[in-house]
């Protein structure tokens, strides 16, 4: 019996039982749309982490000063540590080989406002070095110049939910905001950045997208510090030529500013990429779980055909013995109904990566979890629902090759 022939009596079978067939593929249809879902929203998880870490830079080295009490920040003060200075960055930029910049920068919580709007921010003096170090770029206007900086000019750039919240949908470029008591001219917005959502030692969970840029120069003219113990700034970022280096560079970085603080343990030090190879190994099991998971929805799948071809034998008993009776070989009778297992699993497999891929698009559309859709994993569990397709049918398919022609045809 020829394969073309096997096809057409498979398919044949299905549509003289189509409801009895969609019940059989239902598992099918499930379990791979389900290890695809599955897998594009590990996938979504996974890219917004790394873009998390991505705009921090991966050969970066932060230093934070820590958030301290004011009686521990006078105890710091009288132990002789004036806390993150110029002076730090300018000791690691002449003493660590390798440092390409770094860029200090100075943070306050203060209200953004424009006309009877306001927003919640986070105002960060920066120096113009800022864009060598992170990836940072503007959607509209243009980022603080050196000009800008050196003129102490009373200049923003607003981060992308600021921006929004204060001027709706319009150009806010050239408009003026309020930060605390001070007006500031927008030159430009920033483009959207990923949720940082840990905490990871003084790098606070937060929206990057509330933050509010202005130069550093005019940060420490013009915006008064919150504590007379406050540090000079409040951050040094340092971007290093080899990223290979970076646990290394850490260490001396540690060293330097040990020496210049009297031991004092008032900083500390963050390694953005060696937070995202953990979270992208943390990522890889979490996706393997979900999978795995989902995968268990095939297999129940595989043991619903494995079942209705052991019913569908027993109702053609009588029709195999005949088969057999005028010449059927026993590999014919294999052939079949393990072709007909086959056409069970890839009709599901295929329902299946179509749902899959409307339940991913779907997911992101209805809520704010982010997906995104792989080849790898619709071809996996494509192979995969053939593949129980075939495991599953073999066992019914070979019972019903060794049947007896004569006993077969005496089967009522």
Do not use: C
């Amino acid at each position: 019996m020829q394969l073309g022939e096997n096809i057409s009596i498979a398919f044949l079978g299905l549509i003289d039982h189509k409801f009895r067939s969609f019940l059989t593929i239902l598992g099918i249809i499930f379990g791979t749309a389900s290890v695809i879902a599955m897998v594009a929203i590990g996938e979504g998880a996974k890219k917004q982490a790394i873009a998390k870490y991505q705009d921090l830079g991966v050969s970066n080295i932060i230093v934070r000063d820590k958030d301290l009490t004011d009686n521990e920040l006078e105890e710091v003060r009288m132990k002789f540590s004036k806390g993150l200075s110029f002076a730090d960055a300018k000791a690691i930029r002449e003493i660590l080989p390798g440092v390409i910049s770094v860029a200090p920068q100075s943070e306050i919580k203060l209200d953004a406002k424009s006309g009877d709007r306001s927003s919640k921010s986070t105002v960060i003096g920066i120096t113009p070095e800022i864009l060598e170090v992170l990836n940072y770029t503007t959607e509209k206007g243009a980022f603080i110049t050196t000009d800008q900086y050196d003129r102490q000019l009373k200049v923003a750039v607003l981060g992308a939910t600021v921006a929004r919240e204060l001027f709706s949908y319009e150009n806010p470029v050239g408009r003026s905001v309020k930060l605390g008591d001070q007006w500031f001219e927008v030159v430009g917005t920033m483009e959207t950045k990923a949720l940082f959502t840990e905490t990871v030692g003084e790098l606070a969970s937060r929206d990057l997208n509330n933050d509010v840029y202005i130069p550093l120069s005019t940060f420490n003219k013009r915006i008064p510090k919150e504590n007379q113990y406050a540090s000079e700034i409040n951050q040094l970022t340092v971007k290093l030529r080899n990223s290979d280096e970076l646990i290394e560079s850490a260490a001396v970085i540690r060293n330097i500013i040990d020496r210049h603080h009297f031991n004092n343990d008032d900083f500390s030090i963050i390694v953005p990429f060696e937070l995202m190879k953990q979270e992208e190994k943390e990522s890889r099991i979490y996706n393997f779980l979900l999978a795995s998971i989902a995968a268990i929805s095939l297999i129940v799948g595989g043991i619903g055909i494995m079942n209705i071809m052991l019913a569908s034998i027993l109702e053609r008993t009588r029709e195999i013995g005949i088969r057999r009776a005028i010449g059927g070989r026993k590999a014919d009778i294999l052939g079949q109904f393990l072709t007909e297992a086959v056409v069970l699993s890839i009709s599901g497999g295929i329902i299946g990566v179509f749902l899959g891929v409307f339940l991913s698009v779907g997911i992101t559309w209805i809520t704010d979890i982010e997906t995104s859709l792989t080849l790898y994993s619709i071809i996996i569990a494509f192979s995969f629902s053939v593949m129980v397709g075939i495991t599953f049918g073999y066992l019914p398919a070979k019972r019903a090759a060794n049947l007896k022609p004569i006993e077969s045809i005496r089967h009522e």
